[in-house]
């Protein structure tokens, strides 16, 4: 049997925090969220985020790191399910668990917010330090070419746009053209 871990008060109020701040700004981005609003959805006092995270930029790029976890650990959950280990197999039960997650679209939006606001190179270098933890992770997971991890992730970039844009049950022509063959969840 393992042993329990248990965290320590602050350990499990920043843990809290972190889930709050990836929920408060996915719905409202960095700069339209006070750390306030936070600390009032993790019923947790401003003064004690602060003290957790003493700049709001450090509270973005926290749930921006946990956001770009969340994603490997699904892609890594996708790929064990598959029994045909080759690299378009991978690929494809990893575009899939990608899918069935950004379905809740919190993760997502958080990583579109995180794109608006590079002009804080705080968040510019985590954005580009969780886009490189992605595509690494899924080069050596998927073994596949350079060519088929590029597409892979331009393809999740469609994905994003499809779902940003709540194209699935738009009927126009050039959505259909946009959404064929794509399925979220």
């Not at 889930?19 to 960095?30: I, N």
């Not at 886009?131 to 994003?160: M, T, W």
Request: aromatic share 8%; with cysteine.
């Amino acid at each position: 049997m393992l042993p329990t871990v248990t965290l320590s008060t602050a350990e499990a109020r920043r843990e809290t925090v972190i889930r709050s701040a990836v929920t408060v700004f996915a719905r409202s981005g960095y700069l339209g969220t006070p750390v306030s609003a936070i600390a009032e959805h993790a019923q947790i006092s401003t003064a004690y985020v602060f003290k957790l995270f003493p700049r709001k930029e450090d509270l973005f790029v926290a749930a921006l790191g946990r956001c770009f976890n969340l994603i490997q650990n699904a892609l890594e959950t996708g790929a064990a399910a598959v029994s045909d280990q080759t690299p378009e197999s991978i690929l494809a039960a990893m575009g899939r668990a990608y899918a069935a997650l950004i379905a809740d679209r919190s993760l997502l939006m958080l990583q579109v917010h995180a794109q608006s606001a590079t002009t804080v190179p705080e968040i510019a270098a985590s954005l580009r330090d969780g886009l490189g933890q992605i595509v690494s992770f899924v080069k050596a997971r998927s073994l596949a070419p350079d060519e088929a991890v590029q597409q892979f992730i331009a393809y999740g970039q469609l994905c994003h746009l499809i779902t940003v844009a709540n194209l699935d049950d738009d009927a126009t022509d050039w959505s259909r053209l946009l959404t064929k063959g794509i399925q979220h969840f």
